[in-house]
């Protein structure tokens, strides 16, 4: 098992920064990739932004957070970052983090959730 903890989330103002992050426990010798997710109010939880875990960085973000959005990764603290600039209205959200043993790209390819962290940003 992998146990993932977000923190970082919070209300900011549109055209305002927030970091987040994520502390992976237990298993981690068995993550391929991280990543984070997030599920507005009446709609289903989207990709966000898919990092590699170990060896040559490798990313992948949803069109809407490119440019804006950048993950990262620590190995040494086990941890996943997600920096928002630019944030807007429609990136009001709880923001997942996720893990699995295999590239993530759609909800199905995690077996590790995070509990989320709310994200809200006012216009």
């Known amino acids: 098992q992998v146990q993932l903890v977000e923190s970082g989330g919070g209300l900011v103002q549109a055209g305002g920064s927030l970091r987040l992050s994520c502390a992976a426990s237990?298993?981690?010798?068995?993550?391929?990739?991280m990543g984070w997710f997030r599920q507005a109010p009446g709609k289903e939880r989207e990709f966000v932004a898919a990092?590699?875990?170990?060896?040559?960085?490798?990313?992948d973000y949803t069109d809407s957070v490119k440019g804006r959005f950048t993950i990262s990764r620590d190995n040494a603290k086990n941890t996943v970052f997600l920096q928002m600039n630019s944030l807007k209205a429609e990136d009001t959200a709880v923001y997942y983090c996720?893990?699995?043993?295999?590239?993530?790209?759609?909800?199905?390819?995690?077996?590790?959730w995070g509990q989320g962290t709310q994200v809200t940003v006012s216009s």
């Open positions: 237990g298993r981690t010798f068995s993550i391929y990739a």
């Open positions: 990092i590699s875990w170990r060896g040559i960085t490798t990313t």
């Open positions: 996720a893990a699995g043993s295999r590239w993530i790209s759609t909800k199905g390819d995690v077996p590790y």
